[in-house]
């Protein structure tokens, strides 16, 4: 497919430049696979949508302060994005300066923190720093969220609460798993009450999300690697769940290619390694049910995940129903929940 097919036209006051006062504030897009007709809710709505014996898969993973100031040795100023840690003192990084700094060179950060630039991989510099213990300190007093480059704003002390979902355990994300931040505590108890599951996979959302796709056919398309855990307890809760008939319901789209990848061989198995699964339309999935999701940027690989599973003529004008009712766009914005069509 082409790459221009994935694209439409948003105004620019649609893109939610700031979290709603609620969590569970937001609308909800319901609609079924392959189906152009469309239901505007409210979030809570999922209450009523969800049945017993259903099984919602969040993302557990943490956002780190990633975002750091620093200058090079030379005086220049810089930014760095972290994508990931290699380990305790070595990190992958985004660098934004006036000239790309050289390997070998050192970049200077908060108190007098310093790191070397030992290696690059395409759009990613290899970063070590000396100490752990002075990296983490210069995290925790220095280091900003992240937020998204379509939010253009300077992050402020909510943020610190709301681009983070209040199920997060694991630290090592540098964005947030949008979906999961519609939902607060009270939502999670009321729908465990009713009788649904919940379970938990772990994927590092990495910076890569946000790279654009540079190739017209998006089959040639390169995807970003993140790091994922999925449990042999979560693989025993999918199976388990569709045995009983009930619905594995993937929270976000960093869950479905947690869950896909866990399933590539036909079978849902532990997995603890970089994933590099490109999901697009004509891909079978063997796991997810339905999916509760933000709305993406264009031409991104998170919308073309969603034209997967929802189909494509039938995503697009949910997106163009969307933006005729108003909807919110983005991590901060409104959700959809798309349910697969019966057998």
Request: charged residues 20%; neutral net charge; glycine residues 6%.
């Amino acid at each position: 497919m082409n790459l221009d097919q994935f694209d439409y036209p948003l105004p620019e006051e649609l893109v939610a430049q700031a979290p709603l006062s609620q969590r569970t504030a937001s609308r909800l897009l319901h609609f079924v696979s392959s189906v152009t007709e469309f239901n505007d809710l409210k979030f809570v709505d999922l209450l009523h949508l969800l049945q017993a014996g259903d099984l919602l898969i969040l993302n557990n993973t943490e956002v780190i302060p990633a975002r750091l100031q620093g200058k090079k040795s030379s005086g220049g100023k810089i930014e760095i994005l972290l994508e990931r840690m290699l380990d305790a003192c070595t990190v992958m990084a985004q660098i934004k300066a006036s000239k790309a700094p050289k390997l070998g060179s050192s970049l200077l950060f908060g108190n007098n923190a310093v790191a070397e630039v030992v290696g690059r991989q395409k759009d990613f510099f290899i970063l070590q720093f000396k100490d752990a213990t002075v990296f983490k300190g210069l995290l925790q007093q220095f280091g900003q969220i992240p937020l998204p480059p379509y939010i253009r704003r300077l992050p402020k002390e909510e943020d610190q609460e709301r681009y983070q979902t209040v199920f997060a355990q694991c630290k090592g994300a540098v964005a947030a798993p949008t979906a999961g931040l519609h939902f607060d505590k009270p939502m999670l108890e009321k729908l465990q009450q009713q009788g649904v599951e919940c379970a938990y996979i772990t994927l590092h959302v990495g910076a890569g999300t946000f790279q654009p796709v540079r190739v017209d056919t998006i089959e040639e398309h390169a995807i970003h690697a993140e790091q994922l855990k999925v449990t042999q307890q979560l693989c025993d809760q999918v199976m388990e769940c569709k045995k009983r008939g009930g619905r594995v319901i993937a929270v976000g789209t960093t869950a479905v290619r947690a869950l896909e990848s866990a399933a590539l061989k036909g079978h849902i198995y532990p997995y603890e390694d970089d994933t590099k699964l490109f999901i697009y339309p004509g891909f079978q999935f063997k796991v997810v049910d339905a999916l509760i999701t933000n709305f993406h940027l264009p031409k991104s690989t998170l919308l073309m995940l969603v034209c997967a599973f929802a189909g494509y003529e039938t995503t697009m004008s949910a997106y163009r129903h969307a933006i005729a009712q108003r909807y919110r766009f983005f991590s901060y914005g409104d959700a959809m929940f798309i349910e697969q069509q019966a057998n």
